[in-house]
């Protein structure tokens, strides 16, 4: 099903009576149907789910993204899980979209904090413009940042995967990002071997996130 939340576009996908919601935040080179797999994975384990499609992105001509805007999207989202009678709610963030996921845990209410899954995250937007061009003064370039640091240090639990071999968001960064948050309740899993955009087809990595979901 699809949905218009606030003018935020996402896929609503049921998982018969469950009481528990998936929220999916996708990378920057990709769309909310491109978690089509994800998605159904999480419906198979018992959890609804809502895809986010952001602003500007497939097909949506009238709207220049940003982060600003972007995290408007997450604010309508945010808004409609508050309003419905969840037990439980997952927010789960790809590459880029970590940093919305992160954003949207630091909105939760602090009686019913949000559990946080990110996959091939980084600590900041800041320190990943560092490496890829250290010498210029990238601090002062970047208009806009994401600090997952900032923003995840809220979330109930955590758990962070990072394919060994990913160039885009290097291993470094998601694991700087793990030793910083300060839960207690925190996941690191090293996916030996898988770069970027395979990670997920890892088996290992699915047993690792089905033992991260049936904890409470």
Known sequence: EIVS???TRAYFLTSGTSTRLAVIYHGNASTACSNASLARLFLLRGWNVLSVEYAGYSGDTEH????????????????WVKAEPYTEVLI???????GFASYHV???PPA??????LVSPFDSLLEVARGQFPM????F??????????????????????????VIVPFERGKSLFEKLPQKNKTFYSAE?????DVLDSHEVWQVIDDFLQLR
């Open 136 to 139: 210029y003064p990238v601090r």
């Open 106 to 108: 630091s909105l939760a």
């Open 141 to 166: 370039m970047m208009r806009d940042n994401l600090d997952n640091v900032a923003s995840g240090g809220s979330a109930s639990r955590v758990l962070i995967i990072h394919g060994t071999r990913d």
């Open 193 to 197: 071997g898988y770069e970027h955009n």
């Open 64 to 79: 220049t993204p940003s982060v600003a805007l972007l995290r408007k999207d997450v604010d309508h989202i945010d808004r």
């Open 112 to 117: 019913f904090p949000y559990a946080l899954l």
């Open 92 to 98: 789960v963030g790809r590459s880029v979209g970590s």
């Open 5 to 7: 939340i606030d003018g």
